[in-house]
C-alpha cells in the first residue's frame, strides 16, 4: 500500500484517536498531521513493516503524551473544544452529548492511562500490543485499563463505559 492509500483508509481512525487523547479538534488534527507527516519521511521502513497503521499509531500517541507533559509542567490542564453543545437526533448514534461527556472523562484520566483505554476500546489493541505500544508490561495495561474504566464508569453520569471499541466515539470496526 502506497502512502496516499494508507492516509486515506487510516487517517479517520487515527483522528478519532487523537481526538480522544486530546479533547481539542484543532490539536488532534495538528497531532494527525504530524505523525503522518513523520510516517511519510521514512514511508519506505514503515511500508514494509509489519502493521504501518502500528507504527503511526505509536508515534501519534507519543506526540500526544509529549504535548500532555508540557502542558502539566505549565500547570495547563487541556479542555474539551469543538463538540456540538446539543444533540442532533438524526445523529445515528443519538450519544453525542454521552461523547462529549465521554471525551471530557477521558481528559480527566491521567495520560498513561488515557492512551490504554482509548488504544483498546478505539483501536481494538489488546493487552500485549497495547503494551508494545507504550513500552510497559501486559500486566500494567491490564492495570491501567481497569483503574481508567472504574473512573469512567464514576465520572460519566448515568452512562456505563462502552462495550464495543470504536463505537463510542462514532466509528466502525
Known amino acids: 500500500m502506497g502512502f496516499t492509500e494508507f492516509v486515506a483508509q487510516r487517517s479517520g481512525a487515527l483522528f478519532r484517536a487523537a481526538y480522544a487523547l486530546t479533547g481539542d479538534v484543532h490539536v488532534a488534527e495538528d497531532l494527525v498531521q504530524e505523525a503522518l507527516e513523520r510516517a511519510c519521511r521514512q514511508w519506505r521502513k514503515v511500508a514494509v513493516a509489519d502493521s504501518p497503521e502500528a507504527y503511526v499509531r505509536k508515534v501519534l ?3 500526544a503524551n ?3 507533559r508540557r502542558l502539566s509542567r505549565r500547570g ?3 479542555g474539551l473544544s469543538g463538540v456540538p453543545e446539543t444533540a442532533d437526533p438524526r445523529d445515528r448514534f443519538g450519544q453525542v452529548d454521552l461523547r462529549a461527556e465521554l471525551i471530557e472523562a477521558l481528559l480527566g484520566l491521567p495520560m498513561g492511562m488515557r492512551s490504554v483505554v482509548v488504544l483498546y476500546y478505539l483501536h481494538d489493541l489488546d493487552a500485549r500490543q497495547i503494551a508494545d505500544v507504550l513500552d510497559i508490561s501486559s500486566s500494567a495495561v491490564r492495570s491501567q485499563l481497569a483503574r481508567g474504566l472504574a473512573k469512567l464508569r464514576d465520572s460519566v453520569s448515568g452512562a456505563q463505559a ?3 471499541p470504536s463505537t463510542a466515539f462514532g466509528g466502525t470496526k
Open 76 to 78: 495547563e490542564r487541556p
Open 66 to 68: 509529549d504535548r500532555w
Open 61 to 63: 500517541v507519543n506526540l
Open 162 to 164: 462502552p462495550h464495543t
